[in-house]
């Protein structure tokens, strides 16, 4: 059990200690002590050095036992061998949170950097001395003005503190790419975390301070891998109740990009795939680049959410419209006609001037006239059609410019600016400055309604979660009987697999197992009409591989002969292999075919994936996730994600599936996995027929973590 961290201590001490202080600027410790002054800092400040008497005009201490007073927070500047024996002085005299800064851990990959991590996280799970770090940049509280990092990006930063957060893995990304680019493009800063390698400390962490506190209005996490997925879908749920939004920019997308995170960081990655799903399931917000991070934060930190999708957009230009309806629509983005209180109101404005469209050309409406285009932006912005405006500037006067930031800072509903030009009666006036003023505002068309869109999809998404019920199970369902089954075996057979998901009422088809030949034209003839034989072998989990499966057969005769054909396939394809019998199955009429199945993400654990089934899922990859269990609504948005999705309303000779039976498989399944999430590793269902009543489960696969430890034997 960790302690819980006094944040006050942490990122607003009354006093701080710098061990490994230096006198050498170009030496971080150096850098470190004299940039916490710089930056503001009023507190008491205490350098540690053996070899120093004074430093800066402060009197140097030769270790932490000797200062008059225990420091509210220590930062450790020393090799890393040393790391754990200083915290423990620090320890002694009372510390409670301390920042070490050291590199040399795990991010090396090298046995002794593992070893002196292991040994740093021991120390603090036996003392409960909060730290952060190894290999980090340190924490900014632009707040009070503490700076307790050696970044140059943090020296020459002297604005005013802001609504927004960041916390990031890597301090160079996080502190340059991010804080210092945010902070001259206008987005006032809040609090800020290089976290490093997380020995004790994590990103949820500092997220979680920064979202609890009402400094904060907007996250942003540069992260390079994810190591706790329960944590940080607590922490997006935790945002979602306090309707902060969140962003994150994720890297090790790529091979390259994970072997490179892991020496970073010392951290493992899971599935892209997945993570992006979870970040849908739980209203994240992904970005790609650094930039988008704090682009992004421009319109959400306000507060000021669209209530919808309709928008308005106005201009001097004609082609800007005409941009403008395009990728907007194309974003999803609705452009109503306005109510006719707004026509009036207009036509009052600019007699003689018939009924305007939406997105509106001004151009010869106000060419010149600066009072009729600032006028015509309220009045539309006004209108009850109108979730968000977005009015578009080439080049303007400065009055024009300020008073539509005004109305991008005041107004009820969002307003967000496009200039695409610049202020041309003052050359100093920029889209930074505006931003730093507190509106939305953007340079480029495609960026602005990216961002826009973004911001009514979090919306969407915080109005959806309030409609959700509660999670529960569906009726039908008996848990003790499926997780007597799991655990009967080290591995399942189909049928074993399929009784599974029928104790959580997935509907299988009828089958029953022969013994011989003439017990399966006996077995052939109960169920009636054609009928598929497949082998029932523990060893041989993909029959198509083998060969050892037949389709639609039909006659004594012809069931006979592939009951001999699918044995004789399987011991060619593996001599060795246990064969209980021939499953005869009965044939499922043609429908839609979906995939439904279990993963074991490293980082989220289980999760459930959908995609289009038969033997094109891995050619296809059309496959969605989500962490289990999921109500209907999620399962239905599943669905809608995929590509194959037209292949449920019915195409040629295929009916229209039955998407409540469908939906209602994919909760049921979903539920299996939160159940059983530690004795299933593998859950595969291909396929699922949709059919137009009902589904039917046609072949599965379950993995249990006993038959891996008996592969491993």
């Given amino acids: 059990m960790t302690a819980a961290i006094n944040w006050t201590r942490f990122y607003s001490p009354k006093s701080v200690a710098v061990i490994g202080a230096s006198d050498d600027t170009r030496r971080f410790g150096g850098r470190l002590m004299r940039q916490i002054g710089k930056f503001g800092y009023g507190g008491r400040i205490y350098p540690v050095n053996p070899r120093l008497q004074e430093l800066n005009g402060l009197k140097c201490y030769a270790s932490v036992r000797e200062l008059p007073e225990t420091p509210d927070h220590v930062g450790v500047v020393i090799a890393a061998d040393r790391v754990v024996e200083v915290l423990r002085d620090c320890h002694a005299i009372g510390v409670q949170c301390a920042t070490v800064f050291t590199a040399g851990f795990a991010e090396t990959g090298a046995e002794q950097g593992c070893r002196l991590q292991d040994d740093l996280v021991r120390f603090t799970r036996e003392t409960g001395l909060r730290v952060m770090g190894p290999n980090c940049n340190g924490p900014v509280n632009f707040v009070d003005r503490f700076s307790f990092s050696a970044g140059y990006a943090v020296s020459s930063l002297s604005e005013p503190a802001g609504n927004v957060g960041l916390v990031s893995q890597s301090g160079g990304l996080g502190q340059t790419n991010v804080m210092w680019r945010a902070v001259k493009a206008g987005v006032r800063m809040s609090y800020q975390a290089s976290c490093g390698n997380e020995a004790d400390l994590s990103a949820m962490d500092f997220a979680r301070f920064m979202l609890e506190g009402d400094e904060t209005d907007v996250v942003m996490m540069a992260l390079e891998a994810i190591r ?120 009052e404005l600019i007699p003689g001037y018939g009924k305007v469209g939406n997105p509106t050309d001004m151009t010869s409406l106000a060419t010149g006239q600066p009072e009729i285009y600032r006028k015509a932006m309220e009045i539309i912005s006004e209108d009850e059609r109108v979730d968000v405006m977005i009015p578009v500037f080439t080049f303007a006067p400065r009055a024009d410019l300020e008073h539509a930031a005004k109305l991008s800072r005041e107004a009820a509903k969002p307003l967000v600016l496009l200039i695409t030009g610049g202020c041309h009666d003052d050359a100093s006036l920029t889209v930074d400055e505006l931003v730093a003023g507190g509106a939305a505002a953007y340079r480029n068309t495609v960026d602005t309604l990216r961002y826009v869109r973004t911001a009514i ?38 049928r074993e697999a399929k009784a599974v998901l029928a104790h959580y009422g997935l509907p299988v088809t009828q089958e029953r197992l022969a013994h011989s030949a003439e017990e399966a034209v006996s077995l052939a003839r109960a169920i009636g009409g054609p009928v598929a034989l497949k082998v029932e072998s523990p060893d041989i989990a993909h029959k198509t591989e083998a060969g050892a499966i037949r389709l639609g057969v039909e006659g004594e005769a012809a069931v006979r002969e592939a009951h001999d054909a699918v044995h004789a396939a399987a011991r060619r394809y593996r001599p060795d292999a246990r064969i209980a019998g021939v499953l005869v199955q009965e044939m499922v009429p043609r429908g839609a075919e979906l995939m439904l199945g279990l993963v074991h993400d490293p980082v989220f654990g289980p999760v459930l994936a959908v995609g289009s089934g038969g033997v094109f899922v891995e050619v296809w990859r059309d496959i969605t996730y989500r962490v289990p269990p999921v109500d209907a609504g999620t399962a239905k948005a599943m669905l809608n994600e995929l590509r194959g999705r037209r292949l449920l309303e019915g195409v040629r000779d295929l009916p229209a599936a039955d998407l409540d039976a469908v939906t209602d498989a994919i909760v049921r399944l979903s539920w299996l996995a939160h159940h059983h999430r530690d004795r299933i590793r593998e859950l595969d269902i291909n396929p699922l027929v949709a059919l137009a009543q009902g589904v039917k489960v046609v072949d599965a696969l379950i993995v249990t973590p006993q038959s891996n430890e008996q592969d491993n034997q």
């Avoid at 209203?283 to 704090?294: A, K, P």
């Avoid at 974003?331 to 209180?341: I, Q, S």
């Avoid at 915080?462 to 080290?490: F, T, Y």
């Fill in 457 to 494: 999809g979090y919306r969407e998404f915080l109005e959806a979660r309030q409609r959700a019920a509660k999670l529960v199970p569906p009726p039908g369902i008996d848990r003790q009987a499926a997780g007597r089954a799991l655990a009967s075996a080290a591995s399942l057979t189909e």
């Fill in 228 to 347: 706790d997925g329960a944590a940080f879908i607590e922490l997006a749920e935790f945002a979602a109740t306090r309707e902060k939004p969140l962003i994150v920019l994720k890297f090790g997308l790529t091979e390259a990009g994970r072997q490179a995170a892991a020496s970073h960081t010392g951290a493992i990655t899971g599935s892209d795939e997945v993570f992006s799903a979870v970040c849908r399931q739980y209203g994240v917000i992904r970005v790609e680049d650094c930039n988008q991070l704090y682009e992004q934060a421009i319109v959400l930190r306000n507060k000021k959410l669209p209530k919808g999708r309709r928008a308005a957009s106005m201009s001097l230009s004609g082609g800007n419209v005409v941009q403008m309806a395009d990728t907007g629509t194309h974003l999803g983005l609705e452009w109503p006609a306005y109510t006719e209180a707004t026509d009036r109101r207009l036509a």
